[in-house]
């Protein structure tokens, strides 16, 4: 296409309306997890031992670095939504970081046996937990 003629097709569409910041969206789709989640709680309810584990430090540190991972990626992915990813191309690597600290918690608790890994469940036949984790990670993240 001849600039002359983009340049006219442009002008004739008239001003645009901008697109919204990229903190504004992640807001907006952090508030969407975050109901998500609490529609999810209301049917699966709290794990039984909810409240000797929130006295866990280790468990407070786990919880903290998945909601930083969550929040990093969002505001990671809203900057990657924009064309020219905000001049910041650098965000994407951003959600690495507390992944990486999330992932070695996990492998330290699975090495010292506080987690129950996931053939575990299905060799016990302890379908809830794949349940579980399908709801609560699985399908937020294709959404």
Do not use: H
């Not at 909601?67 to 001049?87: E, M, R």
């Not at 965000?91 to 890994?117: D, E, K, S, T, W």
Request: with cysteine.
């Amino acid at each position: 296409m001849d600039t002359n003629a983009f340049i006219s097709q442009l002008a004739a569409k008239g001003a645009q309306k901008p697109m919204q910041r990229p903190l504004l969206v992640a807001g907006k789709w952090l508030l969407l997890l975050a109901a998500y989640f609490a529609v999810v709680t209301m049917f699966t309810g709290f794990r039984p031992d909810i409240a000797a584990k929130w006295q866990q430090p280790l468990y407070l540190i786990e919880l903290a670095a998945m909601l930083t991972t969550a929040i990093t990626a969002a505001v990671a992915a809203s900057f990657l939504a924009l064309p020219d990813v905000g001049q910041r191309p650098w965000i994407r690597f951003v959600p690495f970081v507390p992944l990486m600290f999330l992932g070695g918690l996990l492998l330290q608790n699975m090495a010292n046996g506080n987690a129950m890994p996931l053939i575990e469940c299905i060799r016990l036949q302890k379908y809830q937990c794949i349940l579980l984790l399908i709801l609560f990670s699985l399908l937020p993240g294709i959404f």
